[in-house]
């Protein structure tokens, strides 16, 4: 059946890729800019790929942005990574950041959320395998958290010029103004072992950035490295990962 003609909707910035890669960091830099609003949370509005849930969404983003004196918006929800055919035949000038991270850690990081190592490997590949196949996209452009982590201005300056703006200093600043993304005040001090996921991530993006890498030796065994090494060798080397163990 011939789908009807849909008029092209004012596309802004989304962050993807696979979940535990930096994408909520990734965001949380590039909305301290003075002329970017920051989406709360992950919104998943492309997950359905409905154009008209999809459209209301994105006029009620550019809403909040002009109340905010924002001239861009930027979202993120690491899963739109599946769905970038349709956000970008919904709103083709739609600027799209990937994000990606060495899958050691990456893993290490989805295993302690799922506690089962198969399906935290099987979503890196997975997702990985769309941010290699969309990452020569004119509308996208790959960041790799290690680069950003460890030279943020560096990184973020082509970040910047990409979405059409100049790199601010304030941005590195972003913890010195407390966000509540998660649903959870950001000064709010859980008991130890009580804190969940969403809280977590409230948590880290209120820290100043921090170099988690390296940090999956605290939590995958030698059998765990080997088989994470074997599993996703091909992929992370097309994405500029050495995976030979040292």
Request: proline share 6%; glycine share 10%; with cysteine.
């Amino acid at each position: 059946m011939r789908r009807l003609w849909r008029p092209p909707l004012r596309g802004s910035v989304h962050v993807c890729g696979c979940g535990h890669s930096g994408t909520s960091i990734l965001t949380r830099l590039v909305g301290a800019h003075s002329r970017i609003h920051a989406i709360p949370g992950e919104s998943g509005v492309a997950k359905k790929e409905r154009y008209g849930r999809y459209r209301e969404a994105l006029e009620r983003f550019w809403r909040d942005s002009e109340a905010a004196g924002a001239d861009l918006w930027v979202e993120k929800t690491p899963k739109h990574v599946r769905h970038l055919g349709f956000i970008l035949d919904a709103a083709p000038s739609s600027r799209i950041l990937l994000i990606c991270r060495n899958p050691l850690d990456t893993v290490a990081s989805l295993k302690r959320r799922y506690g089962r190592l198969g399906k935290s490997l099987r979503r890196w590949k997975h997702d990985n395998a769309r941010v290699l196949r969309w990452r020569e996209h004119p509308q996208t452009l790959l960041v790799r958290y290690e680069d950003l982590v460890r030279s943020p201005q560096a990184c973020l300056e082509p970040v910047m010029g990409f979405l059409g703006l100049s790199f601010e200093a304030g941005q590195l600043g972003y913890h010195e103004q407390p966000v509540s993304w998660y649903g959870s005040a950001p000064a709010q001090e859980p008991a130890a072992g009580a804190i969940g996921h969403p809280q977590n991530r409230n948590r880290q993006i209120n820290q100043p950035l921090f170099d988690g890498t390296g940090s999956y030796s605290q939590h995958l065994n030698a059998q765990e490295i080997s088989q994470v090494r074997r599993s996703c060798r091909r992929l992370a080397e097309a994405l500029g990962y050495n995976l030979t163990a040292g």
